[in-house]
């Protein structure tokens, strides 16, 4: 079956650092690929999403490329900011008949201080 | 500009009482989902409505059921909530057919004693 792999967390930064967060995935067909966050007692916002190979999704700083050889969907930001702080979930769809059906990775927790 | 509602908020219950968590969507969307979210493990789908008038299980189904109301409500029920279903429960949206991202609502902390 499906499975999104993240890197495991907690990650802790200073503000203008780089930020990576790394996403694997294995999935059956070409499905589509998303970064989620989400804020402390909220629900989850799509980030930034891709949905064929090469690619490359953005939004607020942060960029992903959909690198189907290496099966990656690795999250990356220039220059993190407090306001960054949150949890990142990379997840997958499968499309066709799988209705829109998300599989999550575990999650990974971005701490940035000034 | 509601988008996903879930009530309630907060909710403790004892081990074997029963409730229902409601969720109501106000885009049209054809498809909804109820998902868990425990710490170090991310998601898990728990059931899936594709359309109005169908249900599925998802990953984690055991201990729960679904409604689907109508077009814009997707009730989970625990009938003997265990303690092993304390976590946040969150209910999400998509219009199908279209490569868009699930709308989340803000979720349901429940602990069950």
């Known amino acids: 079956g499906d499975s999104v792999t993240q890197m495991e967390g907690p990650v802790t930064l200073s503000e203008e650092a780089f930020l990576t967060i790394n996403c694997t995935y294995t999935?059956?067909?070409?499905?589509?690929l998303f970064w989620y966050v989400q804020y402390p007692g909220e629900g989850l916002q799509l980030l930034l999403k891709?949905?064929?190979?090469?690619d490359k999704g953005s939004n607020k700083g942060f960029e992903a490329t959909y690198r189907k050889e290496t099966t990656s969907f690795h999250l990356e930001k220039g220059s993190v900011q407090v306001s960054d702080s949150a949890v990142y979930f990379c997840?997958?769809?499968?499309?066709?008949?799988?209705?829109?059906?998300?599989?999550f990775g575990q999650g990974t927790i971005l701490t940035v201080h000034p | 500009n509601a988008g996903v509602t879930q009530t309630p908020k907060f909710q403790v219950l004892k081990t074997g009482q029963s409730m229902t968590l409601q969720c109501a969507q106000d885009?049209?969307?054809?498809?909804m989902y109820w998902y868990r979210q425990d710490p170090g493990m991310g998601l898990r789908l728990i059931y899936y409505?594709?359309?109005?008038?169908?249900?599925d299980k998802g990953e984690v189904p055991n201990g729960y059921n679904v409604s689907r109301l109508n077009k814009r409500e997707f009730s989970l029920r625990l009938e003997s909530a265990a303690p092993s279903q304390t976590s946040v429960y969150f209910c999400?949206?998509?219009?199908?057919?279209?490569?868009?991202?699930?709308?989340f609502g803000d979720g349901t902390r429940l602990s069950i004693l």
């Open positions: 997840a997958l769809s499968s499309g066709g008949t799988s209705y829109g059906k998300l599989t």
């Open positions: 999935a059956t067909g070409y499905p589509s």
């Open positions: 891709a949905t064929k190979a090469d």
């Open positions: 885009m049209n969307h054809n498809s």
């Open positions: 409505s594709a359309s109005e008038g169908t249900t």
């Open positions: 999400a949206s998509l219009d199908r057919g279209l490569i868009q991202p699930q709308h």
